[in-house]
């Protein structure tokens, strides 16, 4: 009687370590840069819509100011959330190196803030288009690293979604520009 009961232990704990274990889909290093480099990208970008949706003369920089801000605040949680889930931290590390070439180049600085808040009317406007445009344009640059070459299915997904998003508000700032 024990040795059947040892036997049907020893079984149960040998098919136990052969089970598959449930499958995690699969993230690679591309798929954290998009969601680090989204992150910073959203945030940099959110401060300039806030400004621009506040105090743009034009309501249509107001309105592309408020689409974004809205945009963003779900892409942000839906990036924070998979890289708190795959414990990777919310920011590169800027010693790293994985981001040679990509740090000023993804990056508004805090002169060209200052800069857009010591603007007013016209010139106000075009200065909050600008800043748009070259955020938006850097994002594009991540969004498309991502959609080649990041391997995490929803986060392809998203690189995707955001891509036809911001096409139709970068004509529309680049419409405002030339206008």
């Not at 052969?18 to 998009?34: C, I, L």
């Not at 000023?104 to 600085?109: E, F, I, Q």
């Amino acid at each position: 009687m024990c040795r059947a009961a040892l036997t049907l232990l020893l079984l149960g704990v040998l098919a136990a370590c052969g089970a598959p274990k449930p499958a995690a889909a699969a993230f690679n290093d591309t798929d954290v840069m998009f969601l680090q480099m989204g992150l910073t990208q959203i945030t940099e970008g959110d401060r300039v819509a806030e400004i621009a949706e506040g105090r743009a003369g034009n309501p249509e920089i107001r309105a592309v100011a408020a689409e974004l801000r809205g945009q963003w605040r779900t892409e942000r949680d839906t990036m924070r959330g998979w890289l708190e889930q795959w414990g990777r931290p919310l920011a590169a590390d800027p010693s790293a190196g994985l981001h040679a070439g990509h740090g000023d180049l993804h990056s508004l600085r805090e002169e060209d803030f200052q800069g857009l808040r010591g603007f007013s009317g016209a010139e106000f406007d075009r200065a909050a288009v600008a800043l748009l445009l070259g955020n938006l344009h850097n994002a594009m640059e991540t969004i498309r690293m991502e959609a080649t070459g990041g391997s995490y299915p929803q986060a392809v997904d998203l690189a995707e979604r955001m891509t036809e998003a911001r096409q139709g508000q970068i004509q529309r700032l680049l419409a405002l520009a030339a206008g």
